[in-house]
């Protein structure tokens, strides 16, 4: 009971998590990259699957790693350093042969990145993103069972815009009176995915979040193109929710929502909006989805530097990413595993991070999951 919730969100197979234009991984290799700090690079064994993966914290990369050990896993892992100067083929820290492994794996796992504010290189979020064609991000919000918020309902998906908008990464070469960047071409594909998953996990509500009023001809834009995708799928519930209206209905009962789906900027404070409702990004797991095939699950909270190395971070965010990695690759009792683990875990409520209103170590909660295995 305790996993029933969030498994509903995450889904039970790989089908699940993609589009109808994208496909499962093909070929011996997959990836997972996370952090700041290096690249753990997971390769094809016999009939092991192989991962990437680039940490910041090492704890946090840590636990993930000694979860799926416990959890006998079938992955091997191999460490790759990224460069600590920048790399003038991406313009920033993340390197050409990054990417290509990326690409190469299509299956990801990635940590949580630091960007600069208002100056130094080029944001390894946004380069991820734009490089690799990561359209659309994928981040189930359900409260968990035994960890109690001021809402006990919460269970709905936000689907954000990936690649344009206010995040296009054009601001210095759009023409004066150009506030933001939206093309029919990414509304109808995010739209598109966002209806495909409300239909293959059976939900009933896709609501479109805009500020066309304002923004006419841009989110104008983006509500004719999910007009267009909804007249496909009549048995699901469309509406269109003006983006500060959405905020308050959220805070007074988010159980309204079922599928929301959002040009890139509104996205981006819709889901930690969301987040907050269940107890915060650290308890959060997100997936991209990119065309090809390519699927980099990710902890979305910050890289947070001043507990770096403290042995105090919450690694269940990474976690539950990587159980939707795991049921990507199709490892689907793996990821109900080490799903029931990590929810029985917060639930006894013995072993608990700080940030969950515990003292326990990363060490200690990690120690207890495994237990749970």
Wanted: proline share 4%; hydrophobic share 40%; charged share 20%.
């Amino acid at each position: 009971m305790a996993s029933q919730l969030l498994r509903r969100a995450l889904g039970s197979r790989s089908s699940q998590i993609l589009s109808s234009t994208t496909t499962a991984a093909a070929g011996p290799n997959f990836l997972a990259s996370v952090g700041r700090q290096g690249f753990l690079l997971l390769y094809n064994s016999d009939n092991s699957h192989s991962l990437s993966w680039r940490r910041y914290r090492p704890e946090i990369a840590e636990s993930v790693k000694q979860v799926f050990k416990a959890a006998e896993v079938p992955i091997e892992w191999e460490e790759h350093y990224v460069g600590t100067e920048i790399d003038p083929r991406t313009q920033s820290f993340l390197t050409w042969e990054s990417l290509e492994s990326v690409r190469r794996n299509k299956v990801g796992l990635k940590g949580p990145m630091a960007t600069p504010i208002g100056k130094g290189h080029r944001s390894l979020n946004l380069t991820l993103r734009k490089e690799l064609n990561l359209y659309a991000n994928v981040r189930p919000c359900n409260s968990l069972p035994g960890y109690k918020t001021r809402y006990d309902d919460v269970n709905l998906i936000t689907i954000r815009e990936n690649t344009e908008g206010e995040y296009s990464g054009l601001e210095h070469q759009v023409l004066l009176k150009v506030s933001k960047i939206i093309t029919r071409q990414a509304s109808l594909r995010v739209a598109e995915y966002a209806f495909h998953y409300a239909k293959t996990h059976g939900r009933e509500r896709v609501s479109a979040i805009h500020k066309a009023n304002i923004m006419q001809k841009t989110d104008g834009l983006f509500l004719k193109c999910c007009r267009e995708v909804a007249e496909k799928y009549p048995e699901i519930t469309y509406e269109e929710v003006v983006i500060d209206n959405c905020c308050m209905m959220l805070v007074k009962n988010p159980a309204l929502f079922d599928v929301l789906v959002m040009p890139n900027l509104y996205g981006d404070i819709i889901s930690d909006l969301c987040a907050g409702l269940i107890g915060g990004l650290g308890l959060t797991p997100s997936c991209n989805i990119g065309e090809g095939g390519i699927a980099l699950a990710e902890a979305v909270h910050g890289s947070a530097p001043d507990i770096a190395g403290k042995n105090l971070a919450n690694p269940t965010a990474l976690l539950l990413s990587a159980v939707t990695m795991l049921r990507h690759l199709e490892l689907n009792d793996k990821a109900d595993m080490i799903q029931d683990a990590i929810l029985n875990t917060i639930a006894e409520g013995r072993y608990r991070t700080a940030d969950l209103g515990g003292s326990s170590s990363t060490t200690d909660f990690t120690r207890a999951i495994c237990d749970h295995l």
